[in-house]
């Protein structure tokens, strides 16, 4: 269990980088809010990524870079998902409404350092596949909504992402205003 302090230092990490590129490029960027309360999600408040891999990306097919093979959970919507080795399925538990919750095997992009990660989350973040929720790029509760609804690709597997990521961007604005950031 992550403690309120832990919160704290971890906004001051992260939502100042954010801040940074936002305020550089604000027709280009996210609102920080969001990129902060993502990260804290992605990595349970602690500055402990995959090798400065604050948000969980997964390799995909056009990544070069370095790659680390990490165990992680998935939810999926059907109970035969495979992978290609050497990333596997190691179980599956359905958990209800047609969904299978997987304990997998899965190769995630290593970065040097947190800016390269949060450049690549931004240039992830503005493919074609999540035009609809760009739109929606100032207001992060409903930028959220977007990634995850029935338009255009899903960012998260988990069916409440939404709904938490409202509530962890509610938590990370009350810590900025606390603090002053």
Known sequence: MVTKQE?????????????????NDSENTL???????????????KIRGIDNN???????????GDRKLVQTTE?????NVTFKAPEEVLSVVPIGNGKYRYSVKRFFRVYDS?????????????KPMYADAWA???????????????????????????????????MVD?????NGL
């Open 114 to 126: 947190l800016e390269d990660c949060l450049s690549d989350h931004l240039s992830l973040l503005k």
């Open 136 to 170: 929606y790029k100032d207001d992060p509760i409903e930028y959220a909504k977007r990634l995850v609804d029935d338009t255009g690709a899903k960012y998260a597997t988990d069916p409440n992402y939404a709904k938490t990521m409202a509530s962890v961007i509610k």
């Open 7 to 23: 919160q704290i230092n971890f906004v001051k990490q992260i939502y100042p980088a954010a801040k940074r590129l936002h305020d």
């Open 174 to 178: 009350k810590i900025v205003k606390d």
């Open 54 to 64: 604050i948000f969980g990306i997964t390799v995909g097919s056009s990544w070069k």
């Open 31 to 45: 609102n920080p809010l969001f990129v902060t309360a993502q990260a804290a999600l992605e990595t349970g408040w």
């Open 75 to 79: 939810i999926f919507s059907r109970p």
